[in-house]
């Protein structure tokens, strides 16, 4: 039983591997109860198991495997890092456990996988257990088959992955083991109860038997969906809701809730994907061209055996598909004809949506096809149409099927209305929008007509479908002349429609049902947005209409309300209201006299053509009153006018009469149902009258009245051609007028471009300058609305001309159309409801598009052109290409039917051939603006296409086709480039250069669109690898993409998507989706703000917008501009436009385009944040340029458009300068009252500034300066402090102006400079003025010299950066300028410096020719401020610095920021006359009081050594001071969320790049020097800690490696991290907050720190290790006194373990831990002393008394007693009591130790410590006995050791030593350290000199007795030097030593020291730390980040205090403070 006791003993992890199965038993006993006792599932203790834990369970004994499975289950459950063991757990699980023959072992193995499971390891578990069914033992293969089953059943198919089991079921289903065939058919029945039918296809090639069976356990399943019974983790909250419904028996919402799952699976995505076209035979396309029918069939069954694959794998299908359609359109074998179309079929069904890029090719033919008769034909036809539908949208096909419609075939025509009709039952009411409804109803109206009635049976069947999918609503405009008869029957068709959707859209619609199905929200409603193509309109769309408040999208929502008749819905297109209105017949002349003579007096009609023209106005008058009072329904419009026209009519000759004539004409329009045919009467003799000088502006109100009553484009196209057909240039320049006009009011909707073009031409072409004239400026309003499309139209005309035509285009560029203001009242009665307006912009766009003449081009693609662009030889092909472009050039405008063009420029993207390459992308650009919309259908063949291209080698390749991309982008909108695989297809190529190119697009495009696109989670798992590329720019590139995917997707999804992932890897992409969460973009909604413009916003995006609606496209994208340019039909719709500042134009009432109240600036949240993060990012051009590009100007109106208001925003960037000044004033007027706005948009406003300084005109320069005085005025006052990046792209332009050669602006410039400084530190704005030194202009190099005079003389040296060495260098430099005003600049403000800083100057500039020289001198004699010393100069130097400092931080502060501005304009009104600056010498002088109050002072107790190290004493002071200001704005104003403020800053704080994290660490320590502020730190320490040793790792592991790094960075760092902890651990309340597991962790950083060799080496790592010596004294003084002690046992215990650890590095653990000791009688109240013993004895158990003797140390050991007796000493028995949380006290060492000492100390009465104690001491009776002696020598070094008494102690050892000569004293110093023995021996020698007289030390040297002690024990090479010397040299030795302190204290090097003095002998036993040295550094590094000056004063106070406390005697803190005050009075006498 030896053996027993020996592992009894041992550890339970070691139990747990020990190679006896009993130890292991008990291991994994003891194991389990510790688990189940950790109720921190975070505890560090699970980390101990974790690589035990398969052991665990592939115990090779069974009853311990048992056990061993039972702790696992436990730990799998409860521990946060079992996760990490899923892989090797498990596969032990499959191979050891489930062969076992116990059950119960299977059982646990089951939980245990279960277990993984439910922790979100789901996949990890799957992966093993279908590794398991390879394996050859059937028993295991059974386990898995069954936990799997267990698995499905319990968490569900959401959960556990059916895809990858359903594949090897049939494997299964073979086996030869029954048992594992039986398990099988179990899981297969349980599979289907979760997703019923969509298993059988997978199952379909089982054993028939097999299958029968299970088609019988299939039918006994219940029918109700199955429900997960166990949830994740993540999701146990939704398991706890479950059950309250349950509970409430309220199952109804669960069950709805996952009545989506059932439907979820689709079979599809089960099976297996086949790629066949490697498997086509051979010689398939020569055979299939073949001659003999029968070979053409061979080919086709080859393939139609192919095709029946259920799934096929995507791959290039075009030349099949091309061969299969050749067959369908050209073979005159019928029988092939329908094999081919099942070819098609089957390649539709099987590629599903990667089908769809190959349906427009097949549709046409396949419909024209149709004019066979025989039925097998037409079937397979029908069947492959139907298929190939499903591949793409009606939308993409829709040209190709309405083309067909008007064939004459009868035939035809029936199976496409058929088709039409199938098609609509796919659709929902969202999917089949207006625009696209009106086409199709279009054509199927015409086929109502048919005469057979097989093709009108077809077209009532499609209207009907389309009646029942979108509702009467939406089709009724369509079918407003369609008689009854025919409506009924329409009707009927509707009633019998089946939709494959379900009723719910059909009765959503007809009901106008405002709460669509929950489940079906996507599909029918909402989704309305999605689908419509109308981008820009259903942003406004709600706001406008208040009364019919409801999301966007088709009329389906609309509410019932007021919305007028038919005639309103018309959708103000000119179709519908002209259906209704030119119903009124012409009524001959009688019949209208007698409808007039009702309604008219009788006298009014008789006197109508009297020859008396005052009888006539007489009449008139009447008529007028009369038409005044009639009702609308009751005034026949037409007879009225006809009767104005009756003789003389439109001939009348006084002008009077005819005003009237017309004016009551116009009445009649406004207030009666005027008709066309009306209309038509009266508008020849208005355009005969619209040029007459008196009646010409009553004709333009008549005729507008008539465009209100008939739609203008009607009107304007009968005018015009009226206007045309006379000669009267007069009228026809005054018609041109009227309608340019009329367009401004009516809005461009329905227009007809086509016909104006050719009128506008003719007028162009006038004699008559006026008309010309009048031509143009239509032109210019039509451009507002068409965009630079228009232009084309006119090239050919003459130069001269045409460029009058684009300067009236110029004038008009930058402008917003204006909203119409007319012809929306009457059609749209109450408004037109929401659907039409969310329509509507589309009936405009594709207006817009139609406008312009379209050619068709698909005859010039002629099969020699397309094998030319196929050609071998590189030149044919280039000449192929060349033809195309010209092609398309000449047709401007092209249909999209082009042919075979798209398969044969697709060829030429990947020439090999880069310039041809290129060439293409041209052409693909050029063809994407001459489509137009419609070149959305070639996205799929030749858009992604190019996207491949973007991962070119040739960087000009790549941004060629991004162009090209883009281009196509604004035409289709991005919902086709991201339908399908397609995109996730091109992420999958590791190509970094097309990962990095389509990420950043998407980045681009991705946060503008309004709704997500479905398949873009497609794209995740891509994106996912793309963030862990080797390549870093693609990894950039994915994390700038992440947070926009995320904003469509949401966390949640994208948290779900990583489950696919590695361990590691999920671990790393969930932390970048967690910072993605919080930089995560809201999502573009729709109207409030134009967030607008991220496209291009320019003018040439006019055009495209047309195709904006595209498909959601670009829907936000869009430009809110160009919309309306496109005149969305209908004035609403432009009414976007009006959306100034505000953006929420309220319906009609709508705010016109003048007003413009509202705030200019729009207050966006974090808006300035994410542009300074995008500029980081580069995602945006950097404010950096010589002169400022186009795309600067794009790129900032894109970012102003979402914060600044519209109309403002038009002015700032007019091409007109004095519409900056209205700008300018009109930001002035607001400036005060939008104070936010303007801070908010501060960035913006500066870098338009900018662009005004590259103005010539001088008055906006004069106001823009104006406007900036006033702006830094305003922004000082409310404490704003510029960031960065404001300054950086504002100052640097500023100062070009102070070169201005006119005084007055140089003036203003300076006077804006100097208000600056109170917004941005001087010394930050000191290297840009310094810059401005280098120009070329010699008056901006002069000013900007002068300038950095002023800030000198106001702030002081410190301002110079980077030092003022360098600065001064610079400056002086210019003494030597060509120009005289610039040598007097530099002259004056280096005697400037000179005044401050005495001759200190001429070291600073270094050497200078002779001339310049002289030059200086002679200036600086004539200034006659000589500084009046020298020394005394340099004494006040440094308050002058820390005066400065401070008073350069408090500039956060408003006071002294003020006084300092008042300083400087002091200094600048000085500038130039030295002598009057007289006055400012006050602020040089030295304050007395100041230094006295400074003890920092001290250190200058050696003038002379100071001069040696002044460039260094100046250059650390630069470091983080300006960072402050930078940011600490966050803190305050910025965010008023301060935990995620901190939280923020505290993960910079761990950054890998040192400026980051020095921002971060400058930041906090403001925080926590403001006692107000520090609290907001609480709750924070312990991450803020992790971050600090995070840091600290890195610096040790790796920037102290980088070669490349300045060591200067890191030691800068270091100062910042130390300081900052510093603060941290004064403030006892946070200090408390540290936790033991982080406490470790920070000390093993610091002690590492203090022992790392490289530290040493660099100029200033003395002082870094001296500092942390401070800190750490601090860390254990000020932290939560046990959480201290127990982290520095568990390191100890850590560092004794570790065979790495070096031994210096325990050590120093322990110097720390009897540090504690000595504290503890002080704090053992406070102690919670049951936790240290625990660690005690966990430490006494990992090493046992044995083992710790065998250290090489006897350290520990010493270490442990002591701190055992000294708990002893202070806590007597009671001490027994607090064993309470070890676990069984008899095995514990500890207990057994603890009673021997009690015994022990109760033996020895009066026992004293337990160190006197170990040297034998017992304290009795002086005189007795040796022992007595001993206790008494022990009360001596007691004293010795203690702070307060060391000095006494000293003297009472020499007393002792004197009478005693023979005492032995040995003992008690052989076990202190080398230091506290030779301080011992000095001591005593020093006293001896003392009481002898012998060597006295003179106090001359301003240093006081008292003081003299203090001095001498820092160092220990110091004291050895001293312990060796002989006595008679101890007088000089005593003086090097003082010398040496003092150097030490100045900054200067001592020699070369070996050893590491301080941090042994600071932290060692009797030792505090010196703190001299470190708080040098503080001041040096930490002064600009770190206290004021009281707190300066204060840690150097302490620093003349805390000295080592077994040296020193300080009398008291005041002594040391008057002993200060008189040494600094000794140097200044000695210096005077």
């Not at 829907?1115 to 919309?1123: E, I, M, R, V």
């Not at 501060?1242 to 005004?1252: G, N, P, S, Y």
């Not at 007097?1384 to 000179?1394: D, P, R, S």
Request: charged residues 30%; neutral net charge.
């Amino acid at each position: 039983m030896g053996d027993d006791s020996e592992w009894m003993k041992l550890p339970v992890d070691q139990k747990c591997e020990h190679k006896l199965w009993k130890a292991r038993l008990s291991g994994y006993e003891e194991a389990l109860k510790i688990f189940q006792k950790i109720k921190d599932e975070k505890s560090p203790e699970w980390s101990k198991f974790l690589g035990l834990i398969k052991k665990f369970v592939t115990d090779s004994n069974a009853v311990v495997q048992l056990k061993g499975l039972e702790a696992a289950l436990v730990y799998v459950e409860n521990a946060h890092v079992a996760g990490k063991t899923t892989g090797e757990v498990v596969s032990g699980v499959v191979s050891k456990v489930f062969n076992q023959p116990k059950a119960k072992a299977k059982e646990l193995g089951m939980e245990i996988c279960l277990m993984y499971i439910e922790i979100e390891k789901g996949e990890a578990v799957q992966e093993e257990l279908l590794k398991g069914l390879d394996n050859k033992n059937p028993k295991i293969v059974v386990a898995c088959i069954e936990t799997l089953r267990k698995a499905l059943s319990e968490f569900g198919s959401k959960i556990i992955l059916l895809k990858p089991i359903i594949k090897v079921l049939p494997k299964l289903f073979e086996s030869r083991e029954k048992a594992v065939r039986d398990e099988a058919k179990l899981i297969a029945v349980e599979i289907y109860r979760w997703i019923r039918d969509a298993l059988r296809p997978p199952l379909q090639n089982i054993n028939p038997v097999q299958l029968k069976e299970l088609e019988e356990e299939w039918v006994k399943l219940p029918t109700g969906a199955p429900r997960p019974a166990r949830f994740l983790r993540s999701q146990q909250e939704l398991e706890a809701k479950l059950e309250q419904q349950q509970s409430a028996g309220g199952d109804a919402e669960g069950g709805g809730d996952d009545g989506d799952e059932v439907p979820q699976i689709d079979a599809y995505e089960l099976l297996e994907a086949v790629e066949i076209l490697s498997k086509l035979p051979k010689d398939f396309y020569d055979k299939i061209e073949a001659k003999k029918w029968q070979e053409r069939k061979e080919a086709l069954e080859a393939v139609e055996v192919l095709v029946k694959n259920p799934k096929l794998e995507a791959g290039d299908y075009a030349d099949l598909v091309k061969a299969l359609k050749k067959v369908v359109g050209k073979d005159t074998n019928v029988m092939l004809v329908a094999l081919a179309a099942k070819c098609l079929t089957g390649l539709a069904v099987g590629l599903r949506k990667k089908f769809g890029q190959y349906a427009g090719h097949v549709v046409p033919t396949i419909l024209e096809k149709f004019k066979e008769k025989k039925p097998q034909v037409v079937q397979a036809l029908q069947e492959a149409i139907d298929a190939i539908f499903l591949t793409t949208t009606l939308q993409n096909i829709s040209e190709d099927v309405l083309a067909v419609m008007d064939n004459k075939n009868p035939t035809i025509k029936q199976q496409t209305s058929l088709f039409i009709a199938r098609s609509f039952r796919h659709c929902t009411a969202s999917t089949l929008p207006k625009s696209l409804l009106k086409p199709f109803c279009a054509a199927l109206l015409k086929h109502i007509n048919d005469s057979a009635p097989e093709v009108r049976d077809a077209a009532f069947e499609a209207l009907g479908t389309a009646l029942k999918v979108v509702g009467e609503k939406a089709v009724n405009p369509f079918l407003a002349d369609v008689d009854k008869l025919k409506l009924d029957k329409i009707k009927e068709c509707s009633e019998k429609v089946e939709l494959v959707h379900g009723k719910k859209a059909g009765l959503a619609a007809d009901k106008k049902d405002f709460k669509p199905v929950p489940g079906r929200a996507a599909a029918s409603g909402a989704a309305g947005d999605k689908d419509t193509k109308d981008a820009s309109a259903p942003k406004p769309g709600p706001l406008k209409k208040a009364p019919a408040a409801k999301p966007g999208g088709p009329p389906k929502k609309g509410k019932p309300a007021a919305q007028g008749g038919t005639g309103g819905t018309g959708t103000k297109s000119k179709k519908a209201v002209e259906t209704k209105e030119m119903v009124e017949p012409e009524l001959s002349i009688e019949v209208c006299e007698e409808k007039a003579s009702a309604v008219l007096p009788a006298t009014c009609i008789q006197l109508l053509d009297s020859s008396n023209w005052k009888e006539r106005l007489a009449c008139m008058e009447e008529f007028q009153k009369a038409v005044e009072l009639m009702d609308r329904t009751e005034m026949p419009c037409q007879a009225l006018v006809r009767m104005l026209a009756k003789k003389p009519g439109w001939k009348e000759t006084n002008f009077q009469v005819m005003q009237m004539k017309l004016h009551i004409v116009a009445l009649i329009a406004q207030k009666g149902n005027f008709s066309k045919t009306s209309a038509q009467i009266v508008l020849d003799g208005l355009v005969d009258k619209i040029g007459d000088v008196k009646c010409g502006n009553n004709a333009k109100e008549a005729m507008t009245a008539i465009a209100e009553a008939c739609v203008l484009p009607w009107t304007a196209e009968q005018v015009m051609s009226m206007a045309f057909s006379q000669k009267n240039p007069k009228n026809q320049s005054e018609t041109l007028n009227w309608l340019s006009n009329a367009i401004k009011e009516f809005g461009f909707s329905g227009l007809n471009v086509k016909a104006f073009i050719s009128n506008v031409k003719t007028a162009l072409a006038a004699t008559n300058p006026a008309v010309r004239t009048s031509a143009i400026t239509l032109l210019g309003v039509m451009y507002l609305y068409v965009g630079p499309s228009l232009r084309m139209f006119f090239e050919d005309e003459k130069p001269a001309l045409l460029s009058q035509i684009d300067a009236e285009f110029e004038k008009m560029q930058g402008q917003n159309p204006p909203a119409p203001t007319r012809g929306i009242s009457k059609h749209s009665t109450s408004g037109t409801d929401e659907g039409e307006d969310g329509d509507e912009p589309d009936d405009g766009g594709s207006d817009a598009v139609d406008l312009l003449p379209r050619t068709e081009i698909s005859d010039k693609i002629t099969s020699e052109l397309v094998s030319k662009i196929g050609d071998k030889n590189w030149k044919i092909r280039k000449e192929g290409l060349d033809e195309v472009a010209a092609i398309i050039n000449e047709a401007k405008f092209i249909q999209p039917n082009i042919g075979e063009l798209p398969t044969a420029l697709k060829g030429r993207l990947n020439d090999s051939n880069k310039i041809l390459v290129q060439q293409t992308l041209t052409i693909l650009q050029q063809l994407a603006v001459a489509m137009g919309p419609n070149i959305k259908q070639h996205v799929k063949n030749l858009g992604i296409p190019v996207i491949t291209v973007l991962g070119d080698s040739k960087n000009n390749v790549r941004s060629a086709a991004l162009a090209t991309v883009n281009a196509w982008a604004e035409q289709t909108g991005m919902k086709e480039w991201l339908e399908g695989e397609d995109l996730s297809e091109e992420l999958k190529k590791e190509n970094p250069f097309l990962r990095q190119e389509l990420l950043g697009w998407l980045a681009e495009k991705l946060p503008t669109l309004r709704s997500t696109p479905t398949d873009l989670i497609l794209c995740v798992p891509q994106l996912y690898s793309c963030l862990e590329d080797r390549n870093g720019d693609v990894r950039k590139k994915a994390q700038d993409a992440l947070p926009f995917f995320m904003m469509h997707l949401g966390y949640e999804k994208m948290a779900k998507a990583t489950g696919k992932l590695k361990p590691t890897s999920k671990d790393q992409v969930l932390a970048m989706l967690e910072k993605a969460k919080a930089n995560m973009p809201a999502k573009p909604t729709a109207p409030a703000k134009a967030t607008s413009r991220p496209v291009g916003g320019s003018a040439p995006a006019k055009f495209q917008p047309a195709s904006a609606p595209a498909e959601d496209s670009v829907s936000g994208t869009l430009d809110s501009k160009p919309d309306p340019k496109k005149a969305k039909a209908l004035g609403v719709s432009s009414k976007t436009k009006t959306a100034q500042g505000k953006k929420v134009p309220s319906k009609t009432s709508l705010k016109e385009d003048d007003d413009k109240s509202g705030p200019i600036f729009i207050v966006v949240p974090n808006g300035k944040e994410q542009r300074m993060k995008d500029e980081k990012g580069l995602k945006v051009l950097k404010w950096n340029f010589t002169t400022p590009r186009d795309e600067y100007i794009e790129q900032l109106k894109t970012q102003m458009s979402s914060c600044v208001a519209k109309w403002l925003q038009d002015e700032m960037f007019h091409s007109d300068f004095q519409h900056h000044n209205k700008a300018l004033a009109v930001m002035v007027d607001h400036l005060e009252s939008e104070k936010e706005g303007v801070i908010g948009c501060l960035d913006l406003i500066l870098k338009w500034v900018t662009l005004r300084f590259f103005d010539t005109n001088t008055s906006v320069l004069m106001k823009t300066l104006e406007y900036l005085k006033l702006l830094f005025t305003l922004l000082s006052d409310e404490e704003y402090h510029l960031t960065e990046n404001e300054a950086s792209s504002f100052i640097p332009y500023l100062i070009l102006k102070v070169g201005e050669p006119k005084d007055v602006i140089r003036k203003d410039v300076r006077a804006i400079l100097n208000r600056m400084c109170l917004v941005y530190p001087a010394s930050k704005m000191f290297p840009f003025i310094m810059e401005g030194t280098k120009s070329k202009n010699s008056k901006q190099r002069a000013e900007c010299l002068e300038e950095l005079g002023c800030l000198v003389e106001s702030y002081g040296m410190n301002v110079c950066q980077p030092t003022p060495g360098k600065a001064l260098k610079e400056i002086a430099i210019h003494i030597g300028d060509r120009d005289n005003a610039v040598r007097n600049a530099a002259l004056n403000t280096i005697v400037t410096v000179y005044n401050v800083h005495g001759d200190q100057v001429f070291k600073l500039i270094g050497t200078l020719s002779e001339k310049d020289m002289s030059m200086l001198e002679e200036r600086i004699k004539r200034s006659a401020k000589r500084p009046s010393a020298a020394p005394v100069k340099q004494v006040e130097e440094k308050p002058q610095r820390t005066q400065s400092i401070s008073s350069n931080s408090n500039m956060l502060r408003k006071g002294p920021a003020e006084d300092m501005a008042s300083k400087l304009n002091q200094a600048r009104s000085m500038s130039g006359h030295p002598e009057a600056a007289q006055m400012v010498r006050r602020e040089f002088q030295l304050d007395l009081d100041e230094i006295e109050n400074d003890s920092g002072t001290v250190r200058c107790e050696m003038p002379e050594l100071v001069q040696h190290k002044l460039d260094d004493i100046f250059e650390p002071v630069l470091i983080p001071e300006p960072k402050i200001r930078a940011v600490s704005p966050h803190f305050d104003d910025m965010h008023s969320n301060t935990a995620s403020t901190i939280n923020f800053i505290i993960s910079q704080v761990a950054s890998g790049d040192i400026n980051t994290s020095i921002q971060a660490l400058t930041q906090i320590d403001e925080v926590l020097r403001q006692e107000d502020k520090a609290e907001a730190m609480s709750g924070h320490i312990d991450q803020f800690l992790i971050a600090t040793f995070m840091q600290l790792r890195l610096i040790y592991n790796t920037h102290m490696a980088d070669e490349k790094l300045e060591k200067d960075e890191i030691i800068k760092l270091y100062s910042c991290i130390i300081g900052n902890m510093i603060s941290l651990f004064q403030i006892e309340s946070l200090a408390r907050e540290a936790s033991t597991g982080v406490l470790k962790d920070l000390m093993h950083g610091l002690i590492t720190l203090m022992l790392d060799s490289r530290i040493e080496d660099l100029e200033e790592g003395q002082q870094v290790v001296r500092s942390v010596n401070l800190l750490v004294v601090k860390v254990l003084e000020k932290s939560d006194q046990t959480n201290i002690l127990s982290a520095l046992l568990v390191l100890l215990q850590d560092s004794l373990l570790a065979t790495a650890s070096s031994p210096k590095f325990s050590e120093l653990v322990m110097k720390c831990l009897w540090r504690m000791v000595r504290l503890l009688p002080d704090t053992i109240n406070s102690i919670n002393l049951d936790r240290i013993l625990l660690d005690i004895h966990i430490f006494m158990k990992v090493f046992p008394k044995e083992k710790l003797k065998q250290c090489k140390s006897e350290f520990p050991i010493r270490t442990l007693k002591t701190l055992l007796h000294t708990l002893c000493k202070l806590k007597g028995p009671k001490i027994l009591d607090h064993l309470t949380m070890i676990d069984n006290k008899n095995e514990s060492e500890l207990e057994a130790h603890l009673c021997r000492m009690m015994k022990h100390s109760m033996d020895q009465t009066g026992s004293k410590s337990d160190k006197e104690t170990e040297k034998g001491a017992s304290r009795i009776d002086e005189k007795s006995s040796k022992a007595k002696v001993n206790d008494f020598l022990a009360e001596i070094f007691k004293k010795i050791g203690s702070k307060e008494n060391t000095k006494e102690g000293l003297a009472e050892l020499y007393e002792y030593k004197k009478k005693y000569s023979d005492a032995d004293i040995e003992p008690f110093l052989k076990n202190s350290s080398q230091f506290f023995q030779s301080y011992v021996e000095r001591g005593l020698r020093v006293i001896e000199m003392e009481r002898e007289g012998k060597g006295r030390l003179p106090t001359s040297a301003g240093i006081s007795p008292q003081m003299e002690v203090p001095c001498v024990p820092t160092t220990t090479s110091t004291a050895s030097s001293l312990g060796n010397t002989n006595g008679e040299e101890v007088g000089p030795s005593v003086y090097l030593e003082r010398l040496k302190i003092l150097r030490q204290r100045c900054g200067l090097d001592n020699t070369k020291q070996d050893d590491r003095p301080p941090l042994t002998s600071l932290l060692s036993k009797p030792a505090v730390p010196t703190v001299a040295s470190s708080t040098d550094m503080l001041h040096s590094k930490l002064s600009q980040l770190r206290e004021s000056r009281e707190q300066h004063q204060h840690s150097d106070l302490d620093s003349n205090q805390t000295r080592s406390s077994g040296a020193t005697t300080t009398s008291s803190s005041t002594a040391n403070i008057d002993d200060l005050k008189k040494r600094l009075e000794r140097i200044k006498s000695s210096r005077k």
